[in-house]
């Protein structure tokens, strides 16, 4: 994740606190400084709806294997024994599990933030009320246009109304709520309206993710913005952040899935606050870029352990042979040591790049779906070969 807000405007929100610290881009093997990484649990592949750009094909039927309310709580076990700072449950749609709440529940007990991401549409007042009343620390609710633009993602109408009365109800009960938004060709005109609904209905946050070219989302590989249309996104993504700041609106907005874009934030800052980009570099550093595999992880509703959500065709072991932490630690799976020192590996662009140490490699489920190569470049980078040369890194040089 790159937290605009925190790069341009230095506001201070939990998770800068794990992406912005001087030990967060040093985690290796496992942990450091005694914590483990941040684990998204899919936790089931149930979902009520049909997203075209579901990374986890979620449909109707339950997985025959799906993990069992006994061997979730032993998998959270395992995870507050690692020093995991956050679970994610996610799906599918998490709250199609009738044991949600008692397994969110058992592991908010247990001292890890439980946050969840939802479509939103099963929020009711009383879901809302039983969110804050266990502690769930967050709901992303995932909205990708307003109105039909939404529901034609979602496959089903009425979706964006359902959502928005969840993430009201979330409001209304004091449960922290953000939006989650997928960028497309097929929506980036819909991110003017996506921050005007952030100010309308006083949501703190919002996450703007880059497609992956995983599950159902292979599908829309070319629906995928054009290079220029990414620089625009984010462009435009920059300027609402500074204008809810300049405006004293509080928001906390995060782009996702790119890690290009740190590196063009801060060649942006560059020509017009030098004095800002040094802290955005330091910041970045400080980060290392893309961390699937060391500070992010995954378990799907089978137990299997990955590099990441979008990375599920790739397993590490399952959490009903071993513990998570044995499997997350055990550097013999070769995948997952190159993950842990990937830059030697990477090729193409990736390889040659001059921002490799900020970004790491970027997205490398997008490159294998792209060239089936998990080590070339990322196909979504939209810097240009100028931006990314030794020449423009020895003009930048002197300003770090």
């Not at 740190?262 to 004095?275: A, F, I, S």
């Amino acid at each position: 994740m790159i937290s605009i807000s925190k790069l341009l405007c230095e506001t201070e929100n939990y998770g800068d606190s794990l992406r912005y610290s001087r030990t967060a881009g040093e985690q290796r093997h496992g942990t450091v400084a005694g914590r483990g990484p941040v684990v998204v649990w899919n936790s089931t592949r149930v979902c009520n709806l049909r997203c075209v750009h579901c990374y986890a094909s979620a449909g109707q039927g339950r997985h025959a294997r799906e993990l069992d309310t006994d061997e979730g709580k032993r998998l959270i076990d395992d995870l507050a024994a690692f020093q995991v700072p956050v679970i994610l449950f996610s799906g599918g749609e998490p709250l199609m599990r009738p044991d949600f709440f008692e397994l969110a529940g058992y592991a908010a007990g247990l001292g890890l933030r439980s946050t969840i991401s939802t479509n939103g549409t099963l929020i009711t007042p009383e879901v809302a009320h039983r969110f804050h009343s266990i502690g769930v620390g967050y709901v992303g609710v995932s909205l990708d246009g307003a109105g039909p633009v939404n529901d034609r993602f979602r496959g089903q109408a009425g979706a964006f109304e359902a959502a928005l009365a969840g993430i009201r109800y979330c409001l209304e009960a004091g449960v922290r709520v953000g939006l989650r938004f997928t960028i497309s060709r097929c929506n980036y005109d819909q991110l003017p309206a996506i921050f005007d609904l952030l100010e309308q209905e006083n949501i703190p946050r919002a996450c703007f993710y880059h497609l992956a070219y995983s599950g159902r989302g292979r599908a829309m590989l070319d629906e995928d913005l054009t290079h220029q249309q990414s620089r625009q996104a984010i462009d435009l993504i920059m300027e609402r952040t500074l204008d809810f700041h300049r405006r004293g609106i509080a928001r906390e907005i995060l782009t996702v899935d790119n890690h290009a874009d740190g590196v063009y934030l801060y060649l942006k800052q560059l020509d017009r606050d030098p004095e800002g980009a040094r802290r955005v570099y330091e910041l970045l550093r400080m980060n290392r870029g893309n961390r699937s595999g060391i500070a992010i992880a995954a378990v799907d509703w089978e137990g299997n352990v990955h590099p990441d959500q979008f990375t599920l065709n790739h397993s590490f072991g399952n959490v009903r042979e071993r513990r998570f932490g044995d499997i997350w630690t055990d550097s013999s799976q070769p995948l997952q040591a190159g993950l842990q020192n990937r830059q030697p590996l990477l090729k193409g662009r990736c390889a040659r790049c001059r921002w490799l140490d900020l970004c790491n490699g970027n997205f490398r489920s997008r490159a294998e779906a792209v060239y089936g190569d998990f080590w070339a470049e990322d196909p979504a980078c939209y810097l240009t070969d100028e931006e990314i040369g030794p020449e423009a890194g020895c003009q930048k040089s002197e300003v770090r």
